[in-house]
């Protein structure tokens, strides 16, 4: 699932099925300069967070999903998906997306959260 999103529409958008994603897998959408990782957890919950770890930017989609979290490939930061914060000790926030299940279709907001 690599799909190129226009940053002008900051709507819902339509970016795939659940089923385009492995459990305790990500796949990327690409929303002008910015790619979003999206992740499907064991249990079938969706999150969104922007590809980057906040510590070296590393690509979080090529990390392990576990227990609500990514652990980054690249040095071991573990970031929440659900709030795209760096857990224990390490310090650092990554944007996280708003993002949606209708019956399998997901659904993605293209403006960060709060």
């Given at each position: 699932m690599n799909?190129?999103?226009?940053?002008?529409?900051?709507?819902?958008?339509?970016?795939?099925?659940?089923?385009?994603?492995?459990?305790?897998?990500?796949?990327?959408?690409?929303?002008?300069?910015?790619?979003?990782?999206?992740?499907?957890?064991?249990?079938?919950?969706?999150?969104?967070?922007?590809d980057r770890?906040?510590?070296?930017?590393?690509?979080?989609?090529?990390?392990?999903?576990?227990d609500g979290?990514?652990?980054?490939?690249?040095?071991?930061?573990?970031?929440?998906?659900?709030?795209?914060?760096?857990?224990?000790?390490?310090?650092?926030?990554?944007?996280?997306?708003?993002?949606?299940?209708?019956?399998?279709?997901?659904?993605?907001?293209?403006?960060?959260?709060?």
């Amino acid at each position: 699932m690599n799909v190129s999103l226009s940053s002008t529409d900051l709507g819902w958008r339509l970016i795939g099925s659940i089923d385009d994603i492995p459990q305790q897998g990500a796949r990327c959408v690409l929303s002008g300069e910015t790619t979003i990782a999206v992740f499907r957890t064991a249990d079938d919950r969706v999150f969104a967070l922007e590809d980057r770890c906040p510590h070296k930017n590393g690509p979080l989609s090529q990390g392990i999903v576990h227990d609500g979290c990514v652990t980054c490939p690249l040095h071991n930061w573990v970031i929440s998906l659900s709030t795209g914060a760096a857990e224990g000790a390490d310090e650092g926030r990554t944007a996280t997306y708003p993002v949606r299940l209708e019956g399998r279709d997901i659904y993605l907001q293209l403006h960060p959260g709060a």
